[in-house]
């Protein structure tokens, strides 16, 4: 269930002109099932890269997991597809290098900069409610060459109700814009965090500015996985990216899960 403001509509000259600006190329959709698709079948089939995928709405939007992502109109749904962002064993970086992108996007308006936080592995809090998921999805190319597609759903002017994570949007955060603004600040926030990640030469710098404003250092968190809950001390990422976690004085890297405060 979702309750949905009336809906600004995406201007397609706008959104190609500001990626442009960035040197990508853009591809929207008024309605399409899944951006992630678009962009995996882009990398496959034409052997391209750097390139955005936007639509107003996805019919077939989906999060982590195989879950289901609530897509209606007035919120950014953008898939970023790369090709050779890295080599393969760091794809999962991405993810870090996507949250930070949009946490510096939205951080950019001020307004509820101070709100703002990460939560592992890859979404983006504000005031401690989901703002927005990541979805990073990579293959090898028909070439031989690694292909990622980065998927950010960020809630504009909406957000689903009925969720395991509290959910919440820009708009009841008090933050009012179009997702044009917003998209143009992710367009140029992306690129910077891409070139300090540097294929993964720069993780550490990615890591540490994720640590910097990741939520609940330090504090306690229970770990959901497929069959098991892990509870223990959040003590931040290891120098690959998993979760480091303290229980009875012995520390576990954790490489997939639910985080819950």
Same mark, same amino acid.
């Given at each position: 269930?979702?309750?949905?403001?009336?809906?600004?509509?995406?201007?397609?000259?706008?959104?190609?002109?500001?990626?442009?600006?960035?040197?990508?190329? !853009?591809? &929207?959709?008024? %309605?399409?099932?899944?951006? $992630?698709?678009?962009? =995996?079948?882009? @990398? /496959?089939?034409?052997?391209?890269?750097?390139?955005?995928?936007?639509?107003?709405?996805?019919?077939?939007?989906?999060?982590? !997991?195989? &879950?289901?992502? %609530?897509?209606?109109?007035? $919120?950014?749904?953008? =898939?970023?597809? @790369? /090709?050779?962002?890295?080599?393969?064993?760091?794809?999962?970086?991405?993810?870090?290098?996507?949250?930070?992108?949009?946490?510096?996007?939205?951080?950019?308006?001020?307004?509820?900069?101070?709100?703002?936080?990460?939560?592992?592995?890859?979404?983006?809090?504000?005031?401690?409610?989901?703002?927005?998921?990541?979805?990073?999805?990579?293959?090898?190319?028909?070439?031989?060459?690694?292909?990622?597609?980065?998927?950010?759903?960020?809630?504009?002017?909406?957000?689903?109700?009925?969720?395991?994570?509290?959910?919440?949007?820009?708009?009841?955060?008090?933050?009012?814009?179009?997702?044009?603004?917003?998209?143009?600040?992710?367009?140029?926030?992306?690129?910077?965090?891409?070139?300090?990640?540097?294929?993964?030469?720069?993780?550490?710098?990615?890591?540490?500015?994720?640590?910097?404003?990741?939520?609940?250092?330090?504090?306690?968190?229970?770990?959901?996985?497929?069959?098991?809950?892990?509870?223990?001390?959040?003590?931040?990422?290891?120098?690959?990216?998993?979760?480091?976690?303290?229980?009875?004085?012995?520390?576990?890297?954790?490489?997939?899960?639910?985080?819950?405060?």
């Amino acid at each position: 269930m979702s309750l949905t403001p009336p809906h600004v509509p995406f201007s397609k000259v706008t959104l190609s002109t500001i990626a442009a600006e960035h040197q990508f190329g !853009l591809t &929207r959709f008024e %309605s399409v099932a899944s951006t $992630n698709d678009a962009g =995996s079948s882009f @990398l /496959r089939e034409m052997g391209g890269g750097d390139h955005w995928f936007v639509a107003d709405e996805q019919t077939g939007g989906r999060g982590r !997991l195989g &879950r289901q992502w %609530s897509s209606p109109k007035g $919120n950014l749904y953008a =898939s970023l597809a @790369l /090709r050779a962002p890295c080599p393969i064993e760091y794809g999962f970086q991405l993810g870090f290098v996507a949250a930070l992108s949009i946490y510096d996007a939205v951080a950019s308006f001020g307004t509820i900069k101070d709100g703002l936080s990460l939560k592992w592995p890859n979404d983006v809090l504000s005031n401690g409610a989901k703002l927005s998921g990541i979805l990073v999805e990579g293959s090898v190319l028909p070439d031989g060459e690694f292909g990622a597609v980065i998927g950010c759903g960020i809630n504009v002017r909406s957000h689903p109700l009925d969720t395991p994570y509290p959910a919440t949007d820009l708009a009841e955060q008090g933050l009012s814009m179009t997702v044009e603004e917003l998209f143009a600040a992710l367009a140029k926030s992306f690129p910077a965090n891409l070139d300090c990640f540097d294929k993964g030469n720069g993780f550490r710098y990615i890591r540490s500015r994720w640590i910097e404003h990741a939520r609940g250092i330090g504090g306690p968190i229970s770990v959901r996985q497929a069959n098991d809950v892990i509870e223990g001390t959040f003590q931040g990422l290891d120098d690959q990216g998993k979760l480091l976690l303290a229980q009875d004085g012995k520390v576990t890297a954790i490489i997939a899960g639910d985080v819950f405060y």
